[in-house]
């Protein structure tokens, strides 16, 4: 089994106990031994990612504040919520941010057969594509879990696996824009990549009211540092 593999595979057990839509953390040896795997890029620059989207309000709201900021990010979409929401997929990608994969369901893919896995990932795909007109390059699976199937068919599709390095847990019911806030910032770095969710779809009810309040902060602190803010395309990942 290879690192990445075992990576991706990790946290499984995890995932069944904690209700939380992101378990598997990057950390520091997996950081150290798989810098792309856990979205480490150039040291000067931040890449902003969003999953679970689109969202009809999340979504859209924080396209207008991101317009606003003069920033662009990549969002992790649902295929089942591009079905549901074309217009707000087909507005991320022309605000000229990135679209990658992050599933049709948001399921845990340790639990389900290769085959399932299969059509999943290249349904989301297949719906991402002809809706919003872009070609994904990126894959992060719901949980940042993978299977080995999974991590196969992401291959064939030419998808590019990437977790995260910091999140912002702000998928809690108690989540408050100043916890999202001091959650990102306890592991943000130059070259990091944060997870944030622009929708609810597999978190409490309108925990992206406090992702949106948290935003401004995280931002400012970023230029304060020297640090771009951008997309996983404008990252630099090494190849
Ligand atoms: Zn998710």
Redesign the pocket.
């Known amino acids: 089994m290879s690192a990445a593999r075992t990576a991706l595979m990790a946290g499984a057990g995890a995932a069944l106990v904690h209700a939380g839509?992101?378990v598997a953390a990057v950390g520091p040896v997996r950081r150290r031994l798989m810098p792309g795997l856990a979205g480490i890029g150039d040291r000067g620059h931040v890449a902003l990612t969003f999953?679970?989207g689109p969202h009809p309000q999340a979504t859209t709201e924080l396209l207008r504040r991101l317009d606003r900021a003069g920033v662009r990010a990549t969002f992790?979409l649902?295929g089942r919520m591009v079905e549901k929401h074309p217009e707000v997929a087909r507005a991320i990608a022309d605000g000229g941010h990135e679209v990658g994969v992050?599933?049709y369901e948001?399921s845990l893919l340790v639990k389900r057969g290769p085959r399932a896995t299969r059509d999943d990932l290249d349904r989301a795909t297949q719906t991402i594509v002809a809706v919003t007109g872009a070609q994904p390059r990126w894959w992060?699976p719901?949980?940042g879990v993978a299977s080995t199937a999974a991590l196969v068919e992401a291959r064939r599709l030419r998808l590019r696996p990437v977790l995260w390095t910091c999140w912002g847990r702000d998928w809690t019911d108690t989540c408050t824009a100043d916890s999202i806030y001091r959650s990102v910032m306890r592991r943000l770095s130059g070259g990091g990549t944060i997870l944030l969710?622009d929708s609810d779809?597999?978190a409490a009810e309108n925990c992206w009211l406090s992702m949106l309040a948290a935003l401004p902060a995280i931002l400012t602190t970023c230029t304060a540092r020297g640090l771009r803010v951008g997309p996983l395309a404008e990252h630099g990942i090494p190849a």
């Open positions: 839509p992101a999953d679970d992790f649902l992050h599933g948001h992060r719901p949980y969710h779809y597999a």
